[in-house]
């Protein structure tokens, strides 16, 4: 799946196409998505945000290793500082 969604990347730069779907399903997975990854950026606490994010995107407890769970930690300071920088300007 990866190679033809890389390989339809270098045919179009519309996101739904790439990834093989119709504007309508697009559009109501990115809405339905974009609230539940809303929820996780709430958390508060970034290593519960971490985990909470991990298993969104499928992860098992048994997959998320230390190293998965300082990424999410990364992931989560990262996008909450930009968040918060935006709101400033």
């Known amino acids: 799946m990866i190679d033809e969604v890389l390989d339809r990347a270098k045919k179009s730069r519309v996101i739904y196409e ?4 119709s504007k309508k399903e ?14 996780i950026v709430k958390t508060g606490k970034f290593v519960e945000a971490s985990v909470k994010l991990l298993r969104w995107l499928g992860f098992d ?8 769970l300082i990424k999410g930690v990364v992931v989560m300071k990262v996008l909450v500082h930009y968040l918060n920088k935006s709101k400033k300007s």
């Open 18 to 21: 790439i990834l093989g779907l």
């Open 26 to 39: 697009y559009d109501t997975l990115f809405r339905q998505y974009s609230k539940e990854f809303k929820q």
């Open 61 to 68: 407890n048994s997959e998320i290793d230390l190293e998965k």
